[in-house]
């Protein structure tokens, strides 16, 4: 069986374990990445969600195989840069001043659903974040504070987060 | 009455008004952030499934395919080595095969000659070394069953969990001044909690027969009082710590008992530590959820909106084993009135077993049931009245003076009218009433397509608005908390380090936030000065459940007390300083100050448990919702555009907190309302997955509008009385109004689903749909 290589959260990873392994598991177990979080194994709830490639995926349903050679994004890689100011970035901020995060368990999914649309220029329109996050369940919060937060982040670097 | 309206930052996003004449600039600011925040939002908090015990094992568990037989035998299949896994039937428990609840019905493990009474019930477990011989060895458990005739009905089962009967004034005479009297029956189904975290319970065995537990969990010690007895072991032998929780809705207030005694008898067996961590579609299948209910309203009222009869009666579906039924069920009868002065009630409660699994907890414990019914019976009779809701129910609204069904007299703490006339006002509740009864009337006139009188060619949607009031007892029922007895503590270590120690769980709420708040307020130190001891029954004392939105009103209380008490003690050799310039060297100088402070009954607060007479609440939270929906004429597919909000917490502990507990509440009430049904087939729930019990996404999810109303509860220090459940008692019954109001149909059988709303209207025809009405 040969290693799967790709870049985790810009460090390079190599694991060797079955094609089918899920990304998910991949990720917390084999490198200890436990901030992606699995709310229920099949695609509907989004917890799981990580960046590939620029893209939104449920983690729990990409096999480890199509990750060969890819970049992905975690929520532990979120706040890397602004980690060493001791601090978290802004959209982590945005969701703790808003209260965009409750229990928390749908948050890192969350986190990942809302930067990868503000890294493809999503603006603060409600109806447009909505639908950026239409893959994500949040139970807690009414997705109100989420909204806002979100929108706190878009408005505040004008049209591209 | 102290009536104080916190309202929500205006669109500049300026002003948070707090208090009059103080105003805190921006959003969090000058409001402390969520405690645990910053690890939940980088990924650094540590739920159950994210904790590692080097060695751990796997743990399953087998559970009937039937909902009702006799458990003849369980056989692994000989062709395994079954030395290499551990297997625990009901033989392996050491001490009693219960479940530690209200009663000893329900075991841990069905055992051999027993009967199974519910689909996905435990009856063995099984622990391996890793998840693909677990899989493996699962599969070769045989069991051998003998079917049982189930019962499904809970108005045909003979087995009565509980029943009560609260009554007061002459109902027929009521009926008798009555000059319409509506009869209505209400029904609502099963709702699952759907934490996005599903249970999950970590086992670790010590050396000398000890066992912690490490989970997802409400209830500290309610996990370990069913541990000990179970496993037969000592207070100090059992150990519940609480890892950081994704959610729980009730749904984790008695449930994880069961998995915590099913993995401590598995990691006892094997030695090693035993992970069981259900997946989504186990959680579904097995675990507790909303109790289905049948509520029966016979009503009488005068010409001029006066409630003069209730009759109620209501019938709950336990499920098979009694869990918290009886007291879900006692809460569901005392709020089944609604929130309405009426001088002739009579409610006849009970609740039955079936062959379904268990119901318990779920926010609103009882309530958003019975006040659905209550509030939609109501809705109804203002339409026979030709009267607004906003009216009937201004003219009915309890008020400080008046007596409810118990005998209990509101001296205080009585916002019904307050929060009712900010939905109507904050809404423009009358003025868009007015525009969608006209449209309606227009499509009716129109009457050119079916179903004729909501169809014309030009409308594709029809809108409609509607409004719910409610009232929520704050805290345990009747004398719950006196029965408790909670302990909650402050204690100033020696190194100067002020410490709260309660086993109020944080589950999203904000309790690591507000508890530091309120007792950083009595010393008069920084928030960040007070810290939280963790949630573990090592070091905790036993502040009680964290349920029934009593954690900011009971265990709040007691933090305040008990601050005070330190304060105190602190400052009494120096008169002169303050605790702020005292605490560090008072630690370090004289060693650690403790203070214990004992739940005492609140004054002039009693109840019969046994007559149901006196005071059933010490006090009660009121609230208020305004629901706009658009209905699709075609498909009938209900969108819940905006909702008003308006609850009265007694006193707003964290505004940004609180309405997140109003907004999140609010959504689980539209989706109990629209789209959330449990189907049932034999006894087995068929949509027992997320991609089939669906719950509102972001785009399902209305406009939610919160005002935060304070009528303080004089007997709680800071007035506090809760929010977590209010918000989920007004939400449905304001949504099936606006449908009413849209489209001209009750829906009084829960979710409203479009197939339910085309029914109706075929049902209804051409003329709208009447109650069935007698003119008294």
């Not at chain 2, 589950?507 to 508890?515: C, E, L, S």
């Not at chain 2, 949630?535 to 209380?557: C, E, H």
């Amino acid at each position: 069986m040969s290693g799967y290589r790709f870049l985790v959260n810009g460090a390079p990873a190599e694991v060797d374990v079955p094609g089918m392994r899920r990304l998910l598991d991949v990720l917390r177990e084999d490198l200890g990445l436990t901030g992606t979080k699995e709310g229920c194994g099949e695609g509907e709830c989004g917890a799981c969600s990580v960046i590939l490639d620029g893209q939104v995926v449920d983690a729990c349903l990409v096999p480890i195989a199509q990750v060969e050679g890819r970049i992905v994004r975690t929520v532990e890689g979120l706040s890397l840069a602004a980690r060493e100011r001791g601090a978290l970035d802004a959209l982590q901020e945005a969701f703790l001043e808003t209260g965009g995060a409750q229990c928390g368990i749908c948050t890192p999914g969350m986190l990942m659903a809302a930067r990868a649309y503000l890294d493809g220029g999503g603006t603060d329109d409600d109806e447009s974040i909505r639908e950026a996050i239409a893959g994500n369940l949040c139970r807690c919060t009414g997705y109100t504070k989420i909204v806002e937060a979100i929108a706190l982040v878009a408005g505040a670097s004008g049209t591209a987060g | 009455m102290t009536t104080r309206t916190v309202t929500r930052p205006n669109e500049a996003g300026t002003a948070l008004v707090l208090e009059a004449g103080t105003i805190a600039a921006g959003r969090a600011r000058g409001l402390p952030l969520r405690r645990e925040g910053p690890d939940k939002l980088t990924g650094a908090a540590k739920y159950a499934d994210d904790l590692v015990f080097p060695g751990a094992w796997y743990g399953a568990t087998i559970r009937s395919t039937e909902a009702r037989a006799r458990l003849v035998a369980i056989e692994p299949d000989p062709m395994l080595d079954w030395s290499t896994v551990v297997l625990v039937t009901a033989a392996d428990i050491p001490g009693d095969n219960v479940v530690s609840g209200i009663q000893d019905d329900q075991p841990v493990l069905v055992p051999v000659g027993g009967e199974i009474r519910h689909h996905a019930e435990p009856l063995a477990l099984l622990a391996a070394p890793d998840k693909a011989t677990l899989r493996r060895f699962k599969a070769a458990v045989k069991v051998v069953t003998e079917v049982l005739p189930p019962v499904f009905d809970p108005e045909a089962s003979d087995h009565v969990f509980a029943h009560y009967e609260i009554g007061t004034g002459d109902l027929q005479a009521g009926f008798a001044e009555a000059h319409i009297v509506l009869e209505g029956e209400y029904r609502v189904g099963h709702q699952e909690q759907l934490y996005i975290e599903g249970q999950a319970m970590i086992a670790v065995p010590g050396e000398a027969g000890e066992i912690a537990v490490h989970g997802s969990l409400q209830c500290p010690y309610y996990v370990h009082k069913a541990l000990m007895r179970s496993l037969g072991l000592d207070a100090r032998q059992a150990r519940v710590v609480q890892a950081e929780t994704g959610g729980a809705f009730g749904g984790k207030e008695e449930y994880p008992s069961i998995i915590a005694v099913h993995a401590a008898l598995l990691a006892s067996k094997c030695g090693k530590p035993v992970r069981m961590i259900y997946d989504r579609h186990e959680d579904i299948a097995a675990t507790t959820k909303r109790h289905p209910a049948i509520v029966r309203h016979r009503t009488g009222v005068t010409r001029d909106g006066r409630l003069v009869a209730q009759d109620i009666e209501v019938i709950m579906d336990g499920g098979a084993y009694c869990t918290l039924t009886p007291v879900v069920l006692s809460r569901g009868a005392l709020h089944s009135g609604g929130p309405y002065r009426c001088p002739n009630v009579r409610i006849r409660a009970r609740a039955t077993r079936t062959n379904t699994p268990p119901n318990g907890a779920f926010r609103g414990f009882g309530a958003p049931q019975t006040e659905f019914a209550a509030e939609t019976q109501l809705n109804r009779l203002a339409e026979q009245l030709v009267m607004s809701p906003a009216e009937i129910r201004a003219r009915n609204v309890y008020a400080i003076g008046d007596t409810t069904p118990t005998g209990q007299v509101l001296k205080e703490s009585v916002a019904g009218e307050e929060v009712l006339r900010l939905a109507v006002e904050g809404s423009n509740f009358e003025r868009i009433r007015d525009e969608t009864a006209h449209e309606l009337g227009e499509r009716r006139g129109a009457n050119v397509m079916p179903p004729g009188p909501l169809r014309t060619t030009l409308d594709r949607t029809a809108t409609g608005i509607g409004l719910a009031l409610a009232w929520h007892g704050a805290g345990f029922t009747g004398s719950g908390e006196v029965h408790l007895g909670s302990v909650a503590s402050v204690e100033l270590d020696a190194e100067g380090r002020i410490r709260v120690l309660i086993a109020s769980t944080e589950m999203g709420q904000g309790t690591k936030t507000i508890f530091p708040m309120l007792v950083a307020a009595e010393l008069g130190v920084p928030v960040d000065a007070v810290e939280v001891a963790p949630q573990d029954t090592a070091f905790v004392p036993d502040s009680g459940p964290t349920v029934a939105s009593r954690t900011a009103m009971v265990v709040g209380g007691l933090c305040i007390d008990a601050a005070r008490r330190l304060k105190a003690e602190v400052e009494r050799d120096n008169p002169d300083r303050t605790f702020a310039d005292l605490y560090v060297d008072h630690g370090k100088t004289k060693g650690p100050t403790r203070i214990d402070q004992k739940f005492e009954p609140y004054p002039g607060i009693t109840f019969d448990d046994e007559t149901y007479r006196g005071d059933a609440y010490p006090a009660f939270g009121w609230a208020a919702a305004v629901a706009r929906v658009e209905i699709d004429l075609d498909t009938a597919e209900v969108s819940v555009k905006e909702v008003l909000a308006v609850d009265d917490v007694g006193k707003v502990i964290h505004p940004i907190l609180c309405e997140g507990q109003v907004e999140g509440g609010t959504l689980q009430a539209v989706g109990y309302a629209t789209i959330e049904e449990m189907k049932l087939q034999d006894g087995r729930y068929l949509n027992d997955r997320l991609a089939t019990y669906l719950i509102p996404t972001a785009l399902d999810a209305p406009q939610i509008r919160t005002i935060l109303v304070e009528a303080p509860f004089s007997g709680a220090p800071h007035g506090a009385k809760g929010v977590g459940e209010l918000p989920m008692d007004v939400g449905a019954p304001a949504v099936v109004a606006a449908i009413a109001d849209a489209v001209g149909v009750w829906i009084t059988d829960l979710p409203a689903t479009p197939e339910k709303i085309l029914a109706a209207l075929a049902d209804a025809g051409g003329p709208p749909r009447r109650g069935r009405v007698s003119a008294a």
